[in-house]
């Protein structure tokens, strides 16, 4: 199986930037694709992007269109997201997923702990 830990949250200030890593160890070749997820407090767990391993095809959350930017390193196993113009409301726990790929968490068999964004107004 899959593990999977994220890294790069944190505290900024609305309009700032962060970058998060997720790095994957153990990967088989039922691995395809690695999410992004969030979950804020009190809110559903939400699909942010998806990259496939393979040809890096990606996917995005119509909020992430614009702002965020989801990337792969093969040599690194490591898959990152780019977030930009960060908001107040993009504060959540950051979740990276492993599975068939698609915005339905259902379809993630592995997940990571998460990783913390907090976007001060």
């Known amino acids: 199986q899959v593990q999977l830990v994220e890294s790069g949250g944190g505290l900024v200030q609305a309009g700032g930037s962060l970058r998060l890593s997720c790095v994957a160890s153990?990967?088989?070749?039922?691995?395809?694709?690695i999410g992004w997820f969030r979950q804020g407090s009190g809110k559903e767990r939400e699909f942010v992007a998806a990259?496939?391993?393979?040809?890096?095809?990606?996917y995005y959350a119509d909020f992430a269109k614009g702002r965020f930017a989801i990337s792969r390193d093969d040599a690194k196993n490591t898959v990152y997201l780019q977030m930009n113009s960060l908001k107040p409301e993009d504060t959540a726990l950051y979740y990276c997923?492993?599975?068939?790929?698609?915005?339905?968490?259902?379809?993630?068999?592995?997940w990571g702990q998460g990783t913390q964004v907090t976007v001060s107004s």
């Open positions: 997923a492993e599975g068939l790929g698609g915005s339905f968490s259902r379809s993630y068999d592995s």
């Open positions: 153990g990967r088989t070749f039922s691995s395809y694709a």
């Open positions: 990259i496939t391993w393979s040809v890096g095809d990606t």
